[in-house]
């Protein structure tokens, strides 16, 4: 019992992101059809008004991140569906380009995983995503957890579908094992500055970047 009890404080501490903020509801914005839609989901106890992203976007999606698991992961993708499902029908020729971070990052794979055969002209970054596949490196922290925060954040898979996917990963367990439990949480919180802005990512690069380095998916 007390060996289920230490693994549960792990798998929660595994997908924080050192934020301790009360969750709101999702910043609601003015729709526009000019440009590019930018959609942003922050990492475990973030809030639509705290989630550390940057740059010119349109909408910050807020849902109940304060516990990593299956649960507040569907109710992330759930959320992020309805959004961007209501700007595209109110713009149904603009581009949506999706982002997320740690836990974030896992409510966005997700929704792609679900949603790329129904929606189109879409666009992923992926942040510190723990449902990482490897290679390079090893799988993120979903997969060892898995037994723990259950489906669908449980687990590490590729099912994109034909929708453009950038995954960044920066010596940091939470989307890569092989980094050690021991470069958790510093390298998680503090490796990824420039990449929380939005605007420097375009719309339809599909690669990853791994310890700095470009790899081709």
Not at 5 to 15: F, N
Not at 187 to 214: C, I, R
């Amino acid at each position: 019992m007390r060996a289920r009890r230490i693994a549960a404080v792990l798998a929660g501490l595994l997908l924080t992101t050192g934020l301790s903020v009360t969750q709101g509801t999702s910043a609601q914005a003015v729709a526009s059809c000019e440009g590019t839609y930018t959609i942003v989901v922050g990492g475990t106890g973030s809030s639509w008004d705290n989630d550390r992203f940057y740059g010119n976007i349109q909408q910050h999606v807020g849902y109940p991140s304060q516990i990593p698991n299956g649960a507040s992961a569907q109710a992330g993708v759930n959320e992020l569906n309805r959004l961007v499902r209501n700007q595209r029908a109110a713009c149904p020729g603009q581009h949506v380009k999706m982002g997320g971070y740690s836990l974030g990052a896992a409510v966005v794979h997700i929704w792609v995983t679900q949603n790329w055969r129904t929606f189109d002209n879409v666009n992923a970054i992926l942040i510190a995503d723990p449902k990482r596949q490897a290679p390079p490196g090893a799988n993120g922290g979903a997969v060892p957890f898995g037994g723990i925060i259950g489906a669908p954040l449980a687990g590490a898979d590729r099912s994109f579908g034909n929708v453009p996917v950038k995954s960044i990963c920066h010596w940091d367990y939470v989307c890569d094992e092989s980094a050690g439990i021991w470069t958790y949480p510093n390298n998680h919180v503090k490796n990824y500055p420039e990449d929380f802005n939005m605007d420097h990512h375009n719309d339809s690069a599909h690669e990853q970047w791994y310890n700095g380095a470009w790899q081709p998916w």
